[in-house]
């Protein structure tokens, strides 16, 4: 089903779009008298005292907010600030706030927040209710700043910074809303962020953040090696995320021959997927790896990705939520 509304959405023209434009009107319809509800005040808009950052795209999908959001946490707590997360807890099976920690599991608090915990210090608590789950942040731990993974269509938050995230290689596909195309809201809504960041790009003339896959490690051995030791090399790459070109592309500009096993973002493993493929290596994504951790297998090479922003982005962040936060620029 992803596979073909993707060949709806990015084409540059589909008749199936054009038949679920009626639907597309009703959605339209929808989601802005939602928004004026809560614009009005008619629907409860929820402050916090503690400063709120969003993070989240327009469009269905994977545009890297995840990993930039690691970035960001990280960069805040090296100016000192005490960070709290809230992940939405997507896939997971929790329907109460929860707070994530070392004996958490994908299954029950999702697989981001799982990946999150391992990669920050943040604080961070795991519900599709935000309201509740930034209650439950507040009342139990002394954070300096709440920042929401995937977090810009809840209207019932206020937020002092929002930041969305368009992915460069997909852009906003036919332009068209649900279920026509890919946006959630119209193109019109980054106008109103405080920073639209395009991610997959490296530029220095407009804020950008590049994706960097730092070699792959080994989940056995803790090996890490970089993709030109598998060079002219037969691989399998397994991922249940929603996009896999950047990988593709990074394994074709190392020549190194691979079949893909592409699965459902958010897939939930068992292990068992793998248990029908060869001796070649796996390589495997740590968003997927979260879920998996009992494995021991030595043939499982786990991808090393992270974002880097460029200097123009880190210094209109650093002008921006300086003063916001209070710390020194």
Same mark, same amino acid.
């Given at each position: 089903m992803d596979k073909f509304f993707n060949n709806i959405w990015y084409a540059r023209f589909n008749i199936f779009s054009l038949l679920l434009l009626p639907f597309t009107l009703i959605y339209f319809i929808i989601i802005?008298?939602?928004?004026? /509800?809560?614009?009005?005040?008619?629907?409860?808009?929820?402050?916090?005292?503690?400063?709120? +950052? %969003?993070?989240?795209?327009?469009?269905? $999908? $994977?545009s890297g907010k995840t990993p930039f959001c690691i970035w960001l946490v990280n960069y805040l707590e090296s100016k000192n600030i005490r960070v709290g997360l809230?992940? =939405? #807890?997507?896939? #997971?099976s929790s329907r109460q706030p929860i707070i994530v920690?070392?004996?958490?599991?994908? /299954? *029950?608090?999702?697989?981001?927040?799982? /990946?999150?915990? &391992?990669?920050?210090?943040?604080?961070? +608590? =795991?519900?599709?209710?935000?309201? &509740?789950?930034? @209650? !439950?942040? !507040?009342?139990?731990?002394?954070?300096?700043? %709440?920042?929401?993974?995937?977090?810009?269509?809840?209207?019932?938050?206020?937020?002092?910074?929002e930041i969305i995230l368009v992915d460069n290689d997909k852009l906003f596909g036919n332009g068209f809303l649900l279920?026509? $195309?890919?946006?959630?809201? !119209?193109?019109s809504r980054i106008t109103r962020a405080n920073i639209s960041i395009l991610t997959n790009l490296q530029s220095n003339t407009v804020y950008a953040a590049r994706s960097v896959n730092k070699g792959i490690q080994n989940i056995v051995t803790k090996e890490i090696k970089n993709f030109d030791e598998f060079r002219n090399k037969k691989i399998h /790459? *397994?991922? $249940?995320?929603?996009?896999i070109d950047n990988i593709t592309s990074i394994l074709d500009n190392y020549m190194i021959d691979y079949i893909a096993h592409k699965y459902d973002d958010h897939y939930q493993f068992s292990g068992n997927e793998f248990d029908s493929? =060869?001796?070649?290596? %796996?390589?495997?994504?740590? @968003?997927?790896?979260? @879920?998996l951790h009992a494995l021991d297998n030595k043939n499982i090479w786990i991808l090393l990705h992270e974002v880097i922003p460029n200097n123009l982005l880190i210094e209109k962040i650093n002008q921006d939520l300086a003063s916001i936060l209070k710390y020194e620029n």
């Open positions: 802005t008298f939602r928004i004026y /509800l809560y614009r009005f005040r008619f629907f409860k808009v929820n402050k916090f005292n503690v400063p709120v +950052v %969003i993070i989240g795209n327009i469009s269905l $999908g $994977g809230v992940s =939405s #807890g997507y896939k #997971g920690d070392d004996k958490s599991s994908p /299954l *029950v608090v999702g697989d981001e927040a799982v /990946l999150l915990f &391992e990669k920050t210090n943040a604080k961070i +608590v =795991s519900c599709g209710n935000r309201v &509740e789950a930034t @209650k !439950l942040l !507040l009342d139990t731990f002394d954070v300096n700043v %709440i920042i929401h993974d995937d977090g810009i269509q809840h209207y019932s938050l206020d937020r002092d910074y279920p026509s $195309g890919p946006l959630r809201e !119209l193109k /790459l *397994v991922a $249940g995320i929603a996009s493929l =060869s001796d070649n290596p %796996i390589f495997l994504t740590s @968003k997927d790896y979260v @879920k």
